[in-house]
Structure formats: C-alpha cells, structure tokens
C-alpha cells in the first residue's frame, strides 16, 4: 500500500472535499472527541489495559500537563511555503518525525491487530515499533510495514530467549532494537486488577513467544515438568481455557487436548521481564546483536550518559504512558535534561502523553529527534482498523506541517517556545 501525502493542507483539502459530497472522517480528527469514540466500541477489558495507568494515574495526567506548560510562540511574515519535517535516524531518512510506539495486547482491540497497525503505519509512510507483546509474529508483521520497523525487546529470564529474537529481528529487517527497561515488572494497574484482567494470562500479545523456537522448548518443559494445580472447573476457567486454545498457534480442536498452550502462558508469565537487569546486560548487546539499540524509559541524565557509556546507539524518553510509576515524572519534563546530557551524540526520542500536531512540535523544540505516538493510533484501531491507524497517524503529521506553517517555522529548528503564561521564547534545550 503506497504512503499517501501528509501535508496539512492536502489532508484538509481531503476532507473538506469529502464534505461536500457528504462524507465525513471516519474517525474524529481530536484527540477527546477519538478517545470517547474508542471507548463506546472498546471492551472494558480491552478500554482498561489500553487506557489505563499505574496508581491513580498522576503520571498519566502529568504528561498532559507538561505539554500544556509549554505554548509555542508564532513569528510572523517568514515566507514558509514550504516545511521539511524530515530526519534521520541510524542511517535511514524518514519523512516524519514520528514512529508508533509498541504498545502490547492489541488483539484485545482488533482482531488483526499489529497487522492493521502496520498496514496503517505504511499507509501514512511512518515506522512502527513492532511491541514484544504483539499479537502476531514479527516476522508476519514485517511484510506490511514497508514504511520501516524497530523491535521492541522485553530482557527475559532467559539468554536464549533474549538472543532468539535479537537473531529474530535482524532476519526480519527490522531497523532498530528497542529494549524497554521500565516493565522489569508490572506497575499497579487499578483498572485492570478491579477486572481481575491480564491479557498474557489468557494468551494475547504472547505470539513473539510461541512463535519462537527457544520458547517452544521452555515451554515443552514445562508441560512435561512436575503437574501443575488444575484450577476448579468454573464457567469462568473453561471460557479463560477456551481462550488460551484459541490463542495458541495451531488447530483449536489439538490446542484443547494439548497441554501445551496453557504451558506456554505459564512460561510466558515465568519468564517474560528479568528483574534484575543491569547496566552489565545492556552492555553485553554490542556483542549480541548488529541492530542500532535503543533503550526506552530513560528519564535521569545521569542514566542517559551511563547509556552512551555502554555502547547504546539512541535514548527513548518514556515513562510507559504512565503505566508503570505513579507521581512519575512527565517524560517530556526530563526530555531537555537527556537532551542535554546526550549533546547531540544519539539521537533521543520521547514518547507518553503525545495527543496532536502540536504536542509533536512542542517535544521536537524542546529537543527530541522524533516523536512516538502511542493510544491515540490504539484507539484509531478499535474504531476503524488500518484505516483508523492511518487516519490518526495522518492527521496528527497534518496538524504538525499545518502548525510549522502557522508559526513561521520551515524545519523544526525554527520552532520557539515560551513557558505557561508569558511570551518570552524559553532557552532551547537542543545541543
């Protein structure tokens, strides 16, 4: 599927045109307006998960207003007829400043789920970040994704299981590596503990795993271990059964005779993050893998410098959408003392509390390179498909273009921000 044109005005003129033949967007162009949307078609498990934040949700609400601390300041009478949003990124020269984030258990959503994700991302032409937790196989995912993919890496317990899909990924062609530090384990997830809800434990977002030879074998072993305790036999535990078999690779009449698909999400749940991670395992994946390695949730500059220390090729600022932390600090709070802990020697993207264009601007003046857009194209999904992806993706790069325009920015350099409350451009933090 060819990527089609994200200039702000050519989207504008797409819908103004397809007003006047009656036809309106199929999925509503602002962020509210998409969310309330989602959630009358979502689940409440599928709306918990992907909605829903660690504690409270403070941090959730923390990287909104750390977007609105920030208005950018129009200059006037610049002759922008023209924008370039372009950027390079380990090698490679995307379009747009803008990936989608890996966000697991999609097929909660949709039944495609990462399949429609990519076909969407294509569509618009922007990478996406292929999650660890996906419903799909990278290797089934990454034919769609022909505008370029990363892969995300939860460290398991197991080294095997760490280098198979590294060796996985480079197979597949993916771009990059993005090793997620934050989800060593689970954060405290209300929404979904009030439904007594996990999606692993019913065999979504678990499809990396059982595709994957050195899994396979962990989770033969287990099927062949000591017997495990058989939970009573309620209505409840068959349709939990019934949904593993469904899950699991292969026919569904075999799956519900095998014990191989419940082995494989008790696995799964055994191994799937390392606790013990460390700035030593980091610094062994030089050796392990030829991908440009990225790590993910890095908020101190002192860690971001560690990083670049150990050999890591790019710094995603990310609290996890605040999943994971509660009275976290906003991502886009610690993003200009990475950005200049990093000075200029990787490049340092942002993720968590991106909703627009215009949010996209603001972290790109303040110093990332790129930009990741997490539940907004979530909720594109569940509404649309593909085509909800893609228009969500669209519209945010058309607000972007249309908002370099309007401030009298050709690149993302020209960008100037001022603190809540004055006019005073702010000190960029940009190296």
């Given at each position: 599927?060819?990527a089609v ?21 199929p999925v ?8 309330r ?8 498990r ?21 977007f ?10 610049r ?8 950027v ?15 966000i697991?258990?999609l ?5 495609r789920?990462?399949?429609a ?5 294509a ?10 937790q ?11 994704a ?18 198979s899909f590294l ?10 590596v ?10 405290w997830?209300?929404?979904?503990l ?28 287990t ?16 349709r939990?059964l019934?949904?593993?078999s469904?899950?699991?690779p ?5 799956n ?18 390392r606790?013990?991670l460390?700035?030593?395992d980091?610094?062994?994946l030089?050796s ?12 101190h500059?002192d ?8 050999g ?8 996890h ?5 509660d ?7 610690a ?7 990093v ?6 993207l ?7 264009g215009?949010d996209?601007?603001r972290?790109l ?11 907004p ?25 249309l ?29």
């Amino acid at each position: 599927m060819p990527a089609v044109a994200a200039s702000g005005r050519v989207r504008q003129d797409e819908v103004y045109r397809g007003g006047i033949a009656g036809r309106r967007p199929p999925v509503p162009t602002a962020f509210p307006a998409l969310e309330r949307r989602a959630r009358r078609v979502m689940s409440r498990r599928a709306w918990a998960y992907v909605a829903g934040g660690a504690g409270s949700e403070e941090t959730v609400r923390a990287n909104r207003a750390a977007f609105e601390a920030h208005r950018i300041v129009p200059r006037m009478l610049r002759g922008v007829g023209e924008r370039d949003t372009s950027v390079e990124l380990f090698g490679r020269r995307l379009d747009h400043p803008l990936l989608l984030a890996p966000i697991g258990a999609l097929d909660l959503v949709h039944r495609r789920a990462d399949l429609a994700v990519a076909e969407g991302a294509a569509h618009a032409g922007v990478p996406m970040i292929v999650s660890n937790q996906a419903g799909f196989p990278m290797e089934e995912i990454a034919p769609r994704a022909t505008a370029g993919w990363w892969s995300q890496l939860y460290w398991s317990t197991s080294d095997d299981l760490v280098d198979s899909f590294l060796q996985r990924a480079e197979a597949a062609g993916a771009g990059a590596v993005v090793v997620t530090l934050d989800t060593t384990v689970l954060g405290w997830r209300p929404r979904d503990l009030d439904l007594g809800h996990l999606p692993f434990a019913r065999g979504l977002g678990i499809a990396q795993y059982t595709s994957d030879p050195v899994f396979a074998r962990l989770a033969r072993e287990t099927a062949e271990g000591p017997a495990r305790p058989t939970p009573r036999p309620t209505p409840a535990a068959v349709r939990t059964l019934l949904e593993i078999s469904r899950h699991h690779p292969g026919r569904f009449a075999d799956n519900l005779r095998s014990p191989l698909p419940r082995a494989a999400v008790e696995t799964f749940l055994r191994v799937y993050s390392r606790p013990t991670l460390s700035w030593d395992d980091i610094a062994t994946l030089r050796s392990r893998t030829r991908l440009p390695v990225v790590l993910k949730g890095v908020l101190h500059p002192d860690d971001a410098r560690r990083a670049l220390d150990v050999g890591v090729d790019g710094l995603l600022v990310s609290n996890h959408g605040g999943r994971q932390v509660d009275g976290g600090v906003a991502s886009l709070d610690a993003l200009p003392g990475v950005v200049a802990a990093v000075d200029g020697r990787a490049p340092v993207l942002l993720d968590s509390g991106v909703r627009s264009g215009s949010d996209v601007a603001r972290a790109l003046a303040l110093g990332a390179t790129a930009v990741c857009l997490g539940r907004p194209f979530a909720y594109g999904l569940a509404i649309a498909g593909a085509a909800g992806v893609a228009q969500v993706v669209r519209d945010v790069l058309a607000e972007l273009d249309l908002t370099l325009a309007l401030v009298g920015a050709r690149t993302v350099a020209d960008l100037e921000l001022a603190p809540f409350g004055t006019a005073e451009p702010a000190a960029r933090a940009r190296a």
